[in-house]
């Protein structure tokens, strides 16, 4: 199973960009999904989740700034962040968790992640 992200660079405060997650491999079923970020000298650090059915969670740093959304039939995780700050300056990672097949277990994986600037 890969994660692979895209859709990071660079933007001026205020500005908004959509991160993206593509899910591939073996996969029988996709659960639990998850933004995390990780700042310069920073521990990594939860942003949003969302679950199978849809429900969301988010830190409050990024409530009413950041969406987070998943395509199942892409096997594709969003995260919209709009209003953003250079304090959301960050390498984004997603990371799932992932059934591969109907007799196997669930395992999280891990994207590489992508770098987030925001600056003016």
């Known amino acids: 199973v890969q994660l692979v992200e895209s859709g990071g660079g660079l933007v001026q405060p205020g500005g908004s960009l959509r991160l993206s997650c593509a899910v591939s491999g073996s996969i029988f079923n996709v659960y639990t999904m998850r933004w995390y970020h990780q700042a310069p000298g920073k521990e990594r650090a939860l942003v949003a989740g969302i679950t199978g059915a849809g429900n969301t969670n988010y830190i409050d740093s990024v409530k009413g700034r950041f969406t987070i959304s998943r395509d199942d039939a892409k096997n594709t995780l969003y995260l919209q962040m709009d209003s953003l700050k250079p304090e959301d300056t960050a390498v984004y990672y997603c990371?799932?968790?992932?059934?591969?097949?109907?007799?196997?277990?669930?395992?999280?994986?891990w994207g590489q992640g992508t770098q987030v600037t925001v600056s003016s």
């Open positions: 990371n799932a968790d992932v059934k591969g097949s109907p007799d196997g277990g669930i395992f999280t994986y």
